[in-house]
């Protein structure tokens, strides 16, 4: 009896030392039998530890972790369902507690429940429900649904709840995000500057593992651009100013050697905007001056596709070669292959335009609707080299048109309610620099959207969505209930930019 009581003893006291002990015993008998999975479990229970103990560092440690995860195929190529490690099991662990924090009734979920963005992606999510139902490969759809929903609530709640209370600042947001990302910047230089700086090819793959290919990579930069610009500007200590000037540079040095045209017209597109916001355009003209723009692409329609088919100009190292290859769609694989996927994904609408093939299909069905001269050699009938290349079209061939006009009316009221708010702000106050450096981070991926889609990325969705949150945020804090407001005398909103 005194021997087992001394034995209870032992494991009540040294409960630490006995379970490092059995976990080392257990798991050398597997590592014996080729069943080394238990070597996980260690990085499982301190996940579990800080979840559970402190889930905003859980949160801050998310941040960091998202631009360095790993897709689960690089270890199992064979794998039918491919996830992102850590971060998107770090983000089902994290829904809990945004749940939570959702369901409790106050002020702040009120208004963010109703409000008109919530409301459309409300209507987004119903829709997409539907389509995963008709969907034409039902688990695919799911997976998407799951996954959509969790970004939403997330990617977007999370941060909003916790700016507005005043937990976090979107400073710190950013700034831990961009901790993750600098690491893989340094990763990604060193291998070009290993297998040459200025080769496009090794540009292409040298972001690998940690992002599927360099367009995706450079999406994130050109989203962190204007904002760390932004809180440069906005920054009033000298180390901050340091900090985030170092950033910018190295920001846009590695843009510029991801050799990404799509996000170069992105960035130039958000500055052609900033000047507008700058001179202060009235929001008629800037109609007016569509409106000419798309009659004049109109009339010279016939012109303008004479040219294309004579320009050959191919990508390459050369930056003003590169950018002026944009306009090559008859030599240059990737433009004509972009083409290719653009056209079956418009073939695959016109076939279902209300329902879609189902979200998350177009990889597995637009092969039988691709354009016989519009193939490459980048071109495949397998299903395994990836998607419409366009948020937007890839929506309508997934979930019909519905799913697309509620994506586009999310951004439309975020840009709506931006720019309005930003017209209230003083001038000068680091608030509205923010504000703008965000919307203008939003405009870059909203252009990127048109030639690609990264929205079912976690590393990319948490810059798009925390965005969003930041919006939301400052939309609720400077409402006309709250006394900290600060409306400028010398602003006229009703006929400005937005």
């Known amino acids: 009896m005194d021997i087992i009581k001394s034995i209870l003893n ?58 360095l995860s790993i897709p689960l195929s690089e270890f199992f190529q064979e794998i039918s369902i491919d996830l992102w490690l850590p971060s998107e099991l770090m983000i089902v662990a994290l829904a809990p507690v945004a749940l939570i924090m959702l369901s409790s009734k ?55 709840i916790l ?39 090794v540009a292409h793959g040298s972001c690998n593992p940690f992002f599927t290919d360099h367009t995706s990579y450079a999406a994130v930069l050109a989203l962190l ?47 052609v905007v900033w000047v507008v916001w700058l001179l202060k355009i009235r929001f008629r003209y800037l109609v007016l001056l569509a409106i000419i723009f798309l009659e004049s692409i109109f009339y010279f329609q016939d012109n303008i596709l004479i040219w294309l088919n004579q320009h050959k100009t191919a990508s ?52 039988p609707y691709q354009a016989s001269y519009l193939k490459t050699r980048e071109s495949s009938n397998l299903g395994l080299k990836g998607n419409a290349h366009s948020e937007y079209l890839g929506l309508l061939s997934e979930a019909g048109l519905p799913a697309a006009l509620a994506f586009i009316l999310i951004i439309v009221i975020l840009f709506y309610k931006g720019f309005k708010l930003a017209l209230k702000l003083k001038p000068k106050s680091a608030d509205r620099v923010i504000l703008l450096g965000v919307l203008h981070g939003l405009i870059t991926y909203v252009v990127h959207g048109f030639m690609n889609n990264f929205l079912d990325m976690d590393k990319v969705a948490a810059l798009f969505w925390g965005y969003a949150a930041l919006i939301l945020a400052m939309e609720y804090l400077y409402s006309k209930s709250n006394p900290r407001i600060e409306i400028s005398s010398k602003t006229s909103a009703p006929d400005s930019l937005t």
């Open 316 to 367: 390459s190292g050369d930056i003003r070669k590169h950018i002026s290859s944009i306009a090559n769609i008859r030599t240059d694989d990737s433009n004509v292959e972009r083409l290719n996927r653009w056209t079956s994904a418009l073939r695959m609408f016109e076939e279902k335009p209300l329902l879609g093939w189902g979200p998350g299909t177009y990889m597995f069905q637009y092969a």
């Open 10 to 67: 032992l494991l009540k006291d040294k409960w630490i030392i006995v379970s490092c002990t059995i976990f080392i015993f257990i798991n050398a008998i597997l590592i014996r039998t080729e069943r080394d999975f238990f070597v996980i479990l260690p990085i499982v229970f301190i996940f579990l530890m800080v979840y559970l103990s402190f889930p905003l560092k859980f949160y801050l440690a998310y941040l960091i972790l998202s631009p």
């Open 163 to 201: 700016i507005v209370k005043g937990t976090i600042t979107f400073k710190r947001i950013i700034t831990f995000y961009t901790i993750g990302l600098l690491a893989v910047i340094v990763i990604t230089l060193s291998k070009q500057w290993e297998n040459g700086l200025f080769n496009k090819f």
């Open 106 to 160: 106050n002020h702040q979920n009120r208004w963010f429940s109703w409000h008109p963005i919530l409301l459309a992606i409300y209507f987004f999510l119903g829709w997409i429900t539907i389509t995963s139902v008709t969907s034409s490969i039902p688990l695919v759809s799911i997976k998407y649904l799951i996954l959509k929903a969790l970004y939403f609530i997330v990617l977007l709640y999370l941060p909003f």
């Open 225 to 271: 651009i204007p904002v760390s610009i932004a809180l440069l500007i906005s920054s009033m200590s000298a180390k901050r100013k340091i900090f985030f000037l170092a950033l910018t540079i190295v920001l846009i040095v590695a843009l510029v050697l991801s050799y990404t045209r799509a996000a170069w017209l992105s960035l130039m597109v958000a500055g």
